[in-house]
């Protein structure tokens, strides 16, 4: 199978910045999509942005001009670079990944989540 594990959570004030990591490990042949999305508290999970496997990339508006995705395809890891947080991306961020494996099966497979929290 295919295991996601995040890193790079934590207490920050508003206007400082956090990365994180997130890294697919397991029998990868290619992944397609590798993504991150939020869950804050009584709301449901959102997309916060999104990169193909060509480079593509889109973002949620309120991230927009602030947060970044990039990904290491070499070792299927996908980063969130989030600069000038604000009290209201507080949440549990979670990685997302689409994997073909090696025995030609298809998988969605989300990681455990991550909490950022922002304080004013």
């Known amino acids: 199978q295919v295991q996601l594990v995040e890193s790079g959570g934590g207490l920050v004030q508003a206007g400082e910045s956090l990365r994180l990591s997130c890294a697919a490990s397991g029998n990868i042949f290619s992944i397609n999509n590798m993504a991150w999305y939020q869950q804050a508290p009584g709301k449901q999970r959102e997309l916060v942005a999104i990169?193909?496997?060509?480079?593509?990339?889109k973002y949620a508006e309120s991230v927009k001009g602030r947060f970044t995705i990039s990904r290491d395809t070499a070792k299927n890891t996908v980063y969130l670079q989030m600069n000038s947080l604000k009290p209201e991306d507080t949440a549990v961020y979670y990685c997302?990944?689409?994997?073909?494996?090696?025995?030609?099966?298809?998988?969605?497979?989300w990681g455990q989540g991550t909490l950022v929290t922002v304080s004013s």
């Open positions: 997302y990944a689409d994997p073909w494996l090696a025995d030609g099966r298809y998988l969605k497979v």
């Open positions: 990169q193909a496997t060509g480079g593509s990339t």
